[in-house]
């Protein structure tokens, strides 16, 4: 076996080939270490407010309290999160995965379609939200079996009087909080107090139950939940924890989580490698104001920040942002697209650091390759399998490729998830026999056994980290009368990787661009909205009428 992982010669010193995934019971079981050894650490804190480990360890026994005490959900039953980074959002998760339910992460810049199809696909009994996105909620909750809404602003965890003025301030001045009405909705402050009245029963929660459903596209462009384990994410923080250990350092971390925690890359490197480690986790609501984030980052000393590629390049293009103390820094890592060599090289003169790449997937907790963290400088890998992890090159007929050849990149090891939500047939053609999980993403492995992405085998788009599935856009632009024909590719941009182009072919010759992205702003969230927009009299199409949408791709643009 041993010779088949070249990587292992090549194993930063101090990193195990093999972790123990059964080392914890289950995610809530690292917490209850995490409050054991550092409850009087700061835990996590946003907007100046600083909660806890032994706080969080309170709130979340009570929300946890008040979801099967108040509401009486049952093992299994699946609660959505609908908000962006705040101190609601580690309270609410880690209450709901001590409940033994399962966490359904929502982006809440969703649209009122996107949100409808997750809701009533995941089944969920509950969903909590944010003011800001409570609009979205309403206007989808009669299609949905949610039994409670459950509601909070912004600076509902702030105190006072600083919580009630951004309340104040994000709905009458910046008027950030459309009206909403959900009958029978309680407030999250509220629910926390109901909950403290209720004993939390002993919950059996094993290492097979389904801790998230973390929902990613396809290529049917219907969104699918990737079953994520509570095996999946003890295994993926452990594989982190090990690759990362010799530079941190327990109980005296503090990271920057600028990615929403909503999304798998900040919810398993800075959500629970870091908790495990008692690590201080910074979080930033609103990343886009870079002056804001910036003069946040001068606040205090940090020692780790996460991010994608147009993150790391927003920072270093935003004045003050070269005037930090970066002294403290000993870790960056950069995942979710790739991490473009001109903002690497940037990152290391301005910072000192290294900004170290990683690859990974939804579908696999997410890290499945990390670059070691003592890498000089860039290097154009996504790095090496981590410890427990196989990864090969396959050919279209699946057998294995040797070094340097081009194939597609599969992962095999204890994070890759159980399968997508109530879609076996998706799962087979994603998971082999083998237990191989096939990432789409076309790749080489050289003779010491780092990894390259060379292209990817789907027609996905990948946009700042998210993906954006064609056939998605494609079936919105569709939906207006005066289009006949439409296909989505991905275009290279300088500040998110790729941007969404729609080649149109009209049906109504009056059509115009800015009509196309005012229908598609009301229907997709702001990743996937195309930035082009182009009118052809046709498309290139196969034999069998299938749009050639690499051909759109790959050739000069026509008008």
Not at 397 to 418: S, T
Not at 533 to 555: A, C, H, Q, S
Request: aromatic fraction near 8%.
């Amino acid at each position: 076996m041993t010779d088949q992982r070249p990587w292992l010669a090549n194993y930063p010193a101090g990193v195990p080939a093999e972790i123990d995934p059964e080392q914890y019971a289950s995610v809530p079981a690292v917490l209850d270490e995490a409050i054991a050894k550092f409850r009087d650490r700061p835990a996590f804190s946003n907007m100046g407010r600083t909660i806890t480990y032994g706080e969080l360890d309170a709130r979340s026994r009570d929300f946890a309290a008040y979801l099967l005490g108040e509401l009486k959900l049952k093992k299994g039953d699946r609660v959505a999160i609908m908000m962006p980074n705040c101190l609601q959002y580690p309270i609410a998760t880690f209450g709901v995965l001590r409940a033994g339910l399962t966490v359904v992460n929502t982006n809440p810049m969703y649209t009122a379609r996107e949100l409808r199809h997750q809701l009533v696909d995941s089944g969920a009994a509950a969903v909590l939200v944010m003011d800001n996105f409570g609009k979205t909620v309403q206007d989808v909750l009669a299609d949905t079996q949610v039994k409670q809404v459950i509601t909070t602003g912004l600076g509902d965890l702030l105190g006072f009087p600083k919580g009630a003025i951004v309340n104040f301030v994000l709905k009458h001045v910046k008027k950030m909080v459309p009206d909403y009405t959900i009958h029978g909705a309680i407030r999250f402050n509220d629910a926390i107090a109901r909950g403290a009245k209720h004993e939390l029963p002993k919950i059996s929660t094993s290492l097979e139950d389904i801790a998230f459903l973390q929902y990613t596209g396809g290529t049917t462009g219907v969104a699918k939940g990737a079953m994520l384990t509570h095996r999946n994410l003890v295994a993926n923080m452990q594989q982190a924890s090990a690759w990362i250990g010799p530079l941190a350092r327990e109980g005296q971390e503090t990271i920057i989580t600028a990615l929403p925690l909503y999304h798998i890359f900040a919810l398993t490197a800075n959500g629970l490698v870091f908790m495990r480690l008692g690590a201080k986790n910074i979080l930033i609501t609103n990343p886009r104001d870079m002056p804001g984030f910036v003069k946040e980052l001068k606040r205090e000393p940090f020692t780790a920040i996460t991010g994608v590629n147009t993150l790391f390049n927003g920072l270093l293009n935003t004045p003050g942002f070269s005037d930090i103390d970066f002294s403290p820094l000993r870790l960056t890592l950069g995942g979710g697209m790739a991490v473009q060599r001109a903002v690497a090289e940037r990152w290391k003169q301005v910072t000192g650091v290294t900004l170290v790449e990683a690859y990974g997937l939804t579908e696999t907790s997410p890290a499945a390759c990390i670059n070691p963290m003592d890498l000089a400088e860039y290097n154009g890998s996504i790095g090496l399998p981590v410890p427990s992890t196989e990864a090969c090159i396959k050919d279209e007929a699946g057998n294995q490729l040797p070094v340097g050849e081009v194939g597609e990149l599969c992962i095999r090891g204890p994070q890759v998830m159980r399968g997508y939500w109530q879609r076996p047939e998706d799962t087979t053609a994603a998971i082999d026999a083998d237990g191989w999980l096939h990432t789409g993403d076309m790749a080489k492995m050289d003779d010491k056994g780092f990894f390259y992405i060379v292209d990817r085998k789907k027609d996905m788009i990948l946009v700042s980290g998210f993906n954006v599935y064609p056939n998605e856009v494609e079936d919105v632009i569709a939906m207006m009368p005066g289009v006949l024909e439409v296909a989505a590719i991905g275009v290279p941009d300088d500040k998110s990787g790729e941007a969404v182009k729609v080649v149109i072919v009209r049906k109504d010759p009056s059509l115009t661009a800015d009509q196309v992205k005012a229908h598609a702003r009301e229907h997709l969230t702001g990743y996937k909205h195309p930035r082009i927009v182009e009118f052809r009299t046709e498309l290139p199409k196969t034999n069998v009428g299938k749009i050639l949408r690499r051909e759109l791709r790959d050739e000069p643009a026509k008008t």
